[in-house]
């Protein structure tokens, strides 16, 4: 759709790469397991989980992904520290894709970065995120770890828009003491993802899709985020949804089509049971952008891009 004049990074994760000119690799999608109430986890506190629901749901997704040619990520959300080990456990021994380490809880991040590098996989793993509210005992887990990949979320509680996200990217503020990424920085992280800190619609969603452009063209950064979180915040289709259910599929989905429109890398899609309908948008997507990027003296780089996939 457009080409940005700023050099745009491009970073390996094993299997595929993310970033470059919009059009040019794949979009990469990101689903997630373990969330809080997810139907196959029995006893979040101590990580039982029904492994063979878990498994099919992941082989779903990578399914997908071979399909279409987008590719994907596997977010391991855990409530404990004993939980994040038995997922990353589980994870690592079937799968040999990249995974983000998350959590509500900051102890059970930092805890989840010194597993990662315990057994081997830091290569593999991706912290998510740092954050105006990360704390100094995370921070210091990921200076002491192996990882050198981590999301960097651009949430400015101070100042919601555009100007706001950038600013908590590069400098000190919304209240922290330097920017979001002289802290990845010091933290030895060299593969960024921008998070461009989704905002529900009336209260700065605008300004979500806004960044992933001035992101790319300032900072030439592969960025994304959990655009999802707009349409799931969103008051009005809360009530609609009630009598019309079949609303809020298309927003859903929809809400991470927009951002890809707009140059976004990857999407957190929320729910890895939604593979089945996120991963044909986001290949419609990305043959658009593919398509139109040959008027800009461009090329798509990746073999398994979905314009040589699914046409």
Not at 49 to 64: G, S
Not at 130 to 157: M, R, Y
Request: proline residues 4%.
């Amino acid at each position: 759709m457009f080409r940005f004049d700023r050099k745009q990074e491009v970073f390996d994760f094993g299997k595929f790469k993310i970033g470059g000119q919009p059009g040019e690799y794949p979009t990469c999608c990101i689903g997630t397991m373990f969330y809080a109430r997810h139907k196959i986890v029995s006893d979040p506190e101590h990580g039982v989980f029904d492994k063979n629901a878990a498994e099919k749901l992941w082989n779903q997704q990578v399914e997908m992904s071979e399909i279409t040619g987008n590719t994907c990520m596997n977010q391991i959300v855990a409530e404990t520290n004993e939980a994040m080990q038995k997922e990353i456990d589980w994870f690592v021994e079937i799968s040999d894709y990249p995974f983000l380490i998350d959590s509500s809880a900051p102890e059970v991040r930092a805890f989840g970065v010194k597993y990662a590098t315990e057994i081997g996989v830091a290569d593999r793993a991706v912290h998510n995120s740092i954050n105006a509210s990360i704390t100094d005992e995370e921070l210091q887990a990921l200076k002491e770890s192996d990882l050198d990949a981590a999301i960097v979320l651009a949430f400015n509680a101070m100042e919601k828009g555009t100007k706001g996200k950038m600013d908590i990217l590069t400098k000190a503020a919304g209240g922290a003491k330097k920017g979001m990424l002289e802290y990845a920085k010091d933290c030895g992280i060299t593969r960024i993802l921008i998070d461009t800190a989704a905002m529900p619609l009336g209260a700065g969603s605008g300004a979500t899709y806004r960044a992933c452009i001035a992101v790319k063209a300032m900072l030439g950064l592969p960025v994304g985020g959990g655009f999802h979180n707009a349409a799931s915040a969103w008051d009005w289709m809360k009530k609609w949804k009630k009598t019309h259910k079949e609303a809020f599929a298309p927003v859903d989905i929809g809400s991470n089509l927009v951002a890809g429109i707009v140059g976004a890398d990857f999407y957190l899609y929320g729910p890895i049971e939604n593979a089945p309908m996120v991963f044909p948008a986001a290949a419609m997507v990305d043959i658009m952008k593919a398509e139109s990027i040959q008027e800009l003296g461009l090329e798509v780089l990746d073999p398994n891009h979905p314009i040589k996939k699914t046409l």
